[in-house]
């Protein structure tokens, strides 16, 4: 089973500063099937980024993906209020099948 | 756009079945695969399963021999079923649309306590 290791677990940053939340896999991950999701309080996830590095439809472009193997990167440009919130990186396993998620990392309000 | 619904008690007691339904609108349940996913308060998300439009499921395999999915399509539901629960099991549980790419849309989802 693919482990999916997510750091910082906590980044504390002001609105307007850039964030880069890292995605670390234990073995190779198709690109194709590595996705990023935003929850803030109270609300179920979001699907932001799927395929390493497409935005889902209606996501900002201040939202970006990179990243391939077993290390991938989600990018908020420049911080709104409304981005601080939790994130998820997941993958998908076509040979098991199975999705899992990384633990998350938590962005807040410096 | 597809919306989902969790519904079923909010309270099951130890040792007893988890049920929950998924109730759909704005789609057909045959065009998707879906989902249920689950959130201990304050933790992670754990993938359960997820059944495809033909009716095939696939379980996480730590929750493989307790779980089981299913869709009726008379009715556009997908229902989940946990046997043997335990205060593990308590969650807010989510159905989401399903598909190699990730998880598009998904309900609001639904507390379950798993207490006596």
């Known amino acids: 089973e693919i482990v999916l290791t997510q750091s910082p677990g906590t980044l504390s940053l002001s609105p307007g500063e850039r964030a880069t939340l890292s995605c670390r896999a234990s073995q190779s991950v198709s690109s194709s099937f590595l996705a990023w999701y935003q929850q803030r309080p109270g609300q179920p996830p979001r699907l932001l980024i799927y395929?390493?590095?497409n935005r889902a439809k209606g996501i900002p472009d201040r939202f970006s993906g990179s990243g391939s193997g077993t290390d991938f990167t989600l990018t908020i440009s420049r911080l709104e209020p409304e981005d601080f919130a939790v994130y998820y990186c997941q993958q998908y396993d076509n040979s098991l099948p199975m999705y899992t998620f990384g633990q998350g990392t938590k962005l807040e309000i410096k | 756009q597809v919306h989902l619904q969790e519904s079923g008690p909010g309270l099951v007691k130890p040792s007893e079945t988890l049920s929950l339904t998924c109730t759909v609108s704005?789609?057909?349940?045959?065009?998707?695969?879906w989902s249920w996913i689950r959130q201990p308060a304050g933790k992670g998300l754990q993938w359960i399963g997820h059944i495809d439009n033909s009716g095939s499921a696939n379980y996480n395999t730590s929750l493989k021999s307790r779980v089981t999915m299913s869709a009726d399509t008379s009715k556009n539901q997908l229902s989940l079923k946990v046997i043997s629960a335990t205060a593990a099991d308590t969650a807010i549980y989510y159905c989401?649309?399903?598909?190699?790419?990730?998880?598009?849309?998904w309900g609001q989802g639904i507390l379950v306590t798993v207490s006596s």
């Open positions: 704005g789609g057909s349940i045959s065009a998707y695969w």
């Open positions: 989401a649309t399903s598909s190699y790419t990730g998880f598009d849309f």
């Open positions: 395929a390493a590095s």
